[in-house]
């Protein structure tokens, strides 16, 4: 029923370009005072910083407080691994608070090639020992939604569904490029449905509370906060280079990747894959998905104060171009797909051209021309950006696209 419910509402959803509504897109290079910002100086002092705040407390909510990891143990690892190509690390992240714990695995491939491995960070949607076929993956005990095709019923991941998102992640083409693939399962960080008793939201909470405050975090914020983590991790941990995490994330994860990049500087370069409506995409277009459609699918995503923007999208003072803005002067990837329309394919394209203006002031190359490159012609810049044919999805052509990019304008 429930996914009855999301097909019947995408198909209603507004797709046609002549009914998008006109609007105005607020400046980036203007303060909401209406003071321009003529220079990267002030644009980091005052415009990067409103803007921070105001996705902070109004879009995806403020982390309530502190908590640093209480101990971090490489719980099983191999020189081996993939044939020989790569070493395998899997390191279990404990945090504690009162009689609080919580866990979370990243499980790493690294490149024997590199000393100290620059690496994508990206979580996966069905647990670590989905995205390959190595036998020794763990498998989470952590919540995860029920998806029958791949054997996970009762919320509950086994054995059956090893290696069923193999497709997502080119392993062996990231380590043949020199870099490694570092990856966490989402719902050890906050189990992915409407719940805050769950995951790392409680941690926070004082007395009786039950929900985080109306500006404090969603889901996205929480799972953002887990990559900061595994960042933190890296900056102790010898065998990554912490000044070379890129961070990447598709669809919800997409959004995640994105808020990640923005509100923690130290990511060297953020990809946004296919992440739609309150990640790349432009909400004033109300085109696909809409604000007031995911806050009500996906309730526990964003901040309450968001719910505010419901079918209110010209109210907003913002928009998502400000959100990849923030990522400014740092290397980003917006990519879409062409059958993706739910998630607005011209919204997350205009949306990093918008941005570029504030690369420009950093002097950095972003997307130059407000048309649409042709499907499979990635723009490749500090900014990129690329419409690949077929779904919503992560295909090999997209990380072939990344690894490039990353070479090329990351880790040169
Ligand atoms: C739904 C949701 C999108 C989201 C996607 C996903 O389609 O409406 O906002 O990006 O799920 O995470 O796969």
């Not at 919580?102 to 647990?127: D, Q, R, T």
């Not at 906050?190 to 769950?198: A, C, G, L, N, Q």
Request: charged share 25%; hydrophobic share 35%; with cysteine.
């Amino acid at each position: 029923v429930m996914v009855m419910q999301v097909a019947w509402s995408q198909a209603e959803a507004n797709y046609d370009e002549s009914k998008v509504p006109d609007f105005e897109l607020p400046d980036p290079l203007k303060t909401f005072n209406g003071k321009k910002i003529r220079n990267s100086k002030k644009w980091t002092k005052k415009g990067r910083q409103e803007l921070l705040d105001f996705f902070t407390e109004n879009v995806y909510g403020e982390v309530p407080g502190e908590l640093k990891i209480a101990s971090a143990q490489i719980v099983e690892q191999s020189e081996n691994a993939l044939n020989g190509k790569a070493k395998r690390r899997q390191v279990e992240l404990t945090f504690k608070k009162g009689n609080r714990n919580l866990h979370f695995f990243i499980l790493m491939y690294l490149p024997k090639s590199v000393e100290k491995a620059p690496v994508f960070l990206g979580y996966n949607f069905y647990g670590n020992h989905t995205i390959t076929e190595d036998v020794n993956v763990i498998i989470s005990e952590a919540w995860s939604r029920d998806n029958p095709s791949f054997g996970i019923i009762n919320n509950q991941l086994t054995e059956q569904s090893r290696g069923v998102r193999t497709n997502r992640w080119a392993i062996e083409k990231m380590i043949d490029a020199g870099i490694g693939l570092a990856t966490i399962y989402y719902g050890e960080v906050d189990p992915d449905k409407d719940d805050f008793t769950d995951g790392v939201h409680p941690f926070f909470y004082v007395d009786n509370q039950q929900q985080p405050a109306a500006s404090e975090w969603g889901s996205i914020s929480a799972w953002s906060w887990g990559l900061s983590r595994a960042l933190d991790y890296f900056e102790t941990y010898s065998e990554v280079d912490e000044n070379k995490v890129i961070v990447f994330g598709h669809s919800r994860l997409g959004k995640t990747s994105l808020w990640a990049g923005a509100s923690d500087e130290r990511f060297a370069g953020v990809i946004s894959n296919c992440s739609g409506c309150g990640g790349a995409a432009l909400s004033k277009r109300k085109f696909g998905e809409t604000v007031g459609r995911i806050n009500s699918s996906f309730p526990h995503w964003f901040c309450k104060n968001f719910r505010n923007f419901n079918n209110n999208e010209e109210a907003l003072p913002v928009d998502q171009h400000e959100l990849l803005a923030l990522i400014a002067p740092r290397p980003l990837y917006v990519a879409s797909a062409e059958e993706d329309q739910w998630a607005d394919p011209k919204g997350e394209f205009l949306s990093a051209f918008y941005a570029s203006k504030v690369y420009d002031l950093f002097d950095k190359k972003g997307i130059t021309s407000d048309k649409m490159p042709a499907v499979n012609e990635p723009i490749q810049n500090t900014v990129s950006y690329h419409i690949r044919t077929g779904k919503h999805d992560v295909t090999d052509f997209d990380w072939e696209q990344y690894i490039n990019w990353a070479k090329e304008q990351v880790l040169k």
